[in-house]
């Protein structure tokens, strides 16, 4: 059921459907209910998820022996996640205190005030750059990208080229 939510409000943002969860799951609207008592409940266990898995990146992003390296594989895959999953977008434009709760239970902060302090220490990240800085970038791309789909150059990867540039010292 998880999943089916996951791909829908991917593909729908927050106008995905409960009946178009319930059909990509193979059960009722009632089953989705049972285990999702609000829609809202749906969303927060869906973004908690998709925090865990920001949080992964940004631990292994921690491991590389290059900081600047770190930052940008955190950066890379922050962006791919927030032009690609709709859902993530609008729910952090929408609904930031649930994506900032779901963020701290996870120990996002962090994490990213850790690859950014390393970057800097190692001169090859801008030192006027703050760990709070990061969600905004990302964020921008993820409505960039959603409010010019398909312009040329304006692809993801083409945003984040220029924001990485301009945060490299």
Known sequence: MIES?????AAHGLDAQIDEIARGAGVGVGTVYRHFPTKESLLEALA?????RLAE???SALAAEDGWEGFVQF???SARVMAED?????????HGQMCGQAAESVGLREITTALVDRAKAEGKLR???EPWDVPGLICGIGRAVRTAPGAPALTWQRHLEIILAGLRA
């Open 5 to 9: 939510a996951r791909k829908q409000f």
């Open 48 to 52: 908690q998820t998709r925090f865990e």
């Open 57 to 59: 990146a940004g631990r």
């Open 75 to 77: 950066m890379t895959y």
């Open 86 to 94: 709709r859902l993530l977008s609008e729910a952090m434009e929408q």
């Open 127 to 129: 030192a006027d750059t």
